[in-house]
């Protein structure tokens, strides 16, 4: 894993534990990633695409609810994003290249 | 068990000063405390030129009002009847009279000579002139008083009490200053005392520039990652991986997000800084008096010097540390 994440830029890196794989959403919405997780992360993530919240990042650690909204790199294209969970632990990445051609 | 041993409510004889008294003395029950009741009799300065400044003698500070002997007699059964509705056994309640032409300046005097932890006061029901103990008093109060301040809200038909609900829920609004790990652990401290479960916010205030900026999104963002990174950081340090809590992160106007996250979570209580370092960005109205005027729950300012005695399980001698006035 590491040598995959080696050439790939880290765009979020989140420990859930307790969550498993199935319990994680990721969407992108304009220029943002949403990561949530469980109920309470989706009822966020609702009020977020209804622009009812000014919530950006919020975490419930007794029920495990999620929920983040994250800036993407300028330049990504949504079919470069990718996702791994190993041990509750999320790591979202894109190719490395995106990450440093933004900055040109 | 949290360091309050004296608990100072100021009332003014109205409802919602009967509810400050109520939530005084359930906090006093909750945490072993003694419980003073203060009604300030506020004198009228009068004018300059009614001094006796013809004799070429400065004026002392002119006031009227002094309540006779008689009237004081009548006042003191007043307050000590009012309180009496209100008292319960197995509690030592003092009561107290004073008269002078500041209210906030008397109730900081007494929690000075008490040696008082804790400050009970209600908010403002409007400008109210008869009702001097709420309003501005409780603004001058929050900028001045030596230990932490309790701000109650007037008594709302749809908000449950939480002298007699308990507390549920806390909430801990944190700037990410150097003060925010003592305030976060004496928040904590009375998340584990009440079993309320802790939620732990921080707002991201942008500035109107930024608001304008062309690159608004990059922007936020660079404001917005550190923050949400360094409180994750210190929920984990100051409550533990273990301990229930919650974790919030939003941008906006501090004072309107700190309410309407505290409304939407039933919050029980709101635990602040001291009102002083809550500074509203551009010269507005501090954060702190906008959340302890608007809030539907009972808002605690915590003083510095308090936050350490809060989170400090077991003090028995910080009553005769001396206090810095906060301001």
Known sequence: MHDELSSRAVIARVDLPGTTRADVSLQIHQTRLLITAGPEGAAQLLKHLEGDTHVIYRRDRKTGGFFWSLLLPSGIRVDDITATMVDGMLVVTAPAAIERASHV | ?327
């Open chain 2, 1 to 327: 068990m949290s360091d309050f041993t004296r608990v100072l409510c100021a009332i003014d004889l109205t409802e919602p000063s009967r509810r400050a008294l109520d939530c005084a003395l359930w906090w006093a029950r909750q945490h072993g405390a003694d419980v003073s009741v203060l009604h300030v009799h506020r004198l009228a300065l009068l004018p300059p030129e009614t001094g006796d400044a013809a004799s070429g003698v400065a004026p002392q500070a002119p006031v009227d009002g002094t309540l006779t002997a008689d009237e004081r007699q009548a006042r003191q059964l007043e307050v000590e009847n009012f309180v009496d509705g209100s008292r319960t056994d197995g509690l030592q309640v003092e009561v107290l009279l004073d008269q002078d032409p500041s209210v906030a300046d008397a109730i900081v005097t007494r929690a000075d000579a008490l040696a008082a932890d804790l400050i009970v006061v209600g908010t403002g029901t409007g400008p109210d002139r008869d009702h001097p103990v709420l309003g501005r008093i409780t603004a001058d109060l929050l900028r001045t008083a030596p230990c932490s301040v309790l701000v109650i809200p007037p008594p709302a038909a749809d908000v449950a009490n939480p002298c007699v609900a308990g507390l549920a829920r806390i909430m801990c609004a944190v700037k990410l200053s150097d003060d925010s790990r003592q305030l976060l652990a004496s928040a904590a401290s009375l998340a584990t005392e009440s079993s309320a479960y802790l939620t732990v916010v921080h707002v991201v205030e942008l500035s109107h520039v930024a608001a304008v900026a062309s690159d608004f999104d990059a922007h936020r963002e660079a404001r917005v990652q550190p923050a949400r990174d360094e409180l994750v950081e210190l929920v984990a340090d100051v409550v533990g991986p273990d301990k229930p809590a919650e974790e919030i992160l939003a941008q906006g106007n501090a004072g309107e997000e700190i309410l309407k996250l505290a409304a939407e979570e039933s919050t029980g209580l709101i635990v602040l800084g001291p009102a002083s370092g809550f500074a509203a960005p551009g010269g507005g109205r501090p954060t702190g008096q906008m959340v302890a005027r608007e809030a539907r729950c009972p808002v605690l300012f915590v003083h510095g010097d308090e936050a350490s005695a809060i989170s400090r399980p077991f003090s028995s001698d910080s009553q005769s540390e001396p206090r810095a006035a906060a301001g």
